[in-house]
């Protein structure tokens, strides 16, 4: 590729649940084929209803634990809980866990920024399936086919300040995968894998920003093939050395 092109869709409104995620972006932005249309997974959670009341959520005796142990909110620790497979780590102020979807992330995703006054957003339950809702959509109005990607800010091990990553995928294949291929010298690569969801995704993050009200971002010049999901970027468990 030559180029990359990188658009926010601005003129986001407060997200309810029920929005036509698929007749917002249409509205606003002229897709081209192969387009990369990067979407908060946060709008996704807020259109699919995914939030979590927190007058609705009673702390048990773990979570009130847990709050002692990390100088959280009791309620903040039940939602935590809730969308956690297992806790990872745990230090004051922040709680490590495994999600449902295999998702290693501070407090499992669960985020109160940009929300209304008593509501957390959670991750969608399943980001590759809504995704592709979103792209089927959008293919629909348009005619066009794009990839689609929900991304979410993750931290990251031995490394200071967050990055979007990839939650979702559809569309396109997740991976870059040059095992196989010899470098300039002619010696084969072993090991090379580049993650092309993830980078599109913090790519998207640059002229997003976090309390800018943009929720869509669309990338021109990537040139999207093949099919995949996010799931496909989760370490085996067999691979996982930090299990």
Not at 64 to 88: F, M, N, Q, W
Not at 129 to 157: H, M, N
Request: hydrophobic share 40%; with cysteine; proline share 5%.
């Amino acid at each position: 590729m030559e180029k990359l092109d990188i658009f926010p869709v601005h003129g986001a409104e407060e997200w309810t649940a029920g929005m036509d995620l698929a007749a917002w972006i249409t509205a606003r932005f002229s897709l081209e084929e192969g387009d990369v249309v990067v979407v908060s997974s946060k709008a996704v959670s807020k259109a699919e209803g995914h939030m979590l009341q927190q007058e609705e959520l009673v702390p048990s005796a773990f979570a009130k634990e847990l709050a002692d142990r990390t100088g959280h909110d009791p309620v903040y620790c039940e939602a935590v809980l809730r969308e956690s497979r297992d806790i990872v780590r745990m230090a004051p102020g922040v709680i490590i866990c495994r999600t449902r979807h295999g998702f290693v992330v501070a407090n499992a995703g669960v985020d109160a920024s940009n929300c209304r006054e008593g509501e957390y957003a959670i991750l969608p339950p399943n980001p590759d399936s809504s995704a592709a809702r979103i792209r089927d959509a959008l293919a629909e109005r348009t005619g066009k086919q794009v990839a689609v990607i929900l991304s979410d800010t993750f931290g990251r091990a031995w490394r200071v300040g967050q990055t979007d990553l990839a939650v979702g995928v559809a569309g396109m294949t997740p991976l870059r995968n040059y095992r196989g291929c010899a470098d300039r010298y002619g010696r084969e690569l072993y090991w090379t894998c580049l993650a092309d969801a993830d980078e599109l995704a913090s790519a998207a993050e640059l002229v997003r920003g976090k309390a800018d009200g943009v929720p869509v971002v669309v990338i021109r010049g990537y040139c999207p093939q093949g099919s995949g999901s996010a799931a496909d970027l989760v370490m085996p468990p067999e691979r996982d050395l930090f299990r």
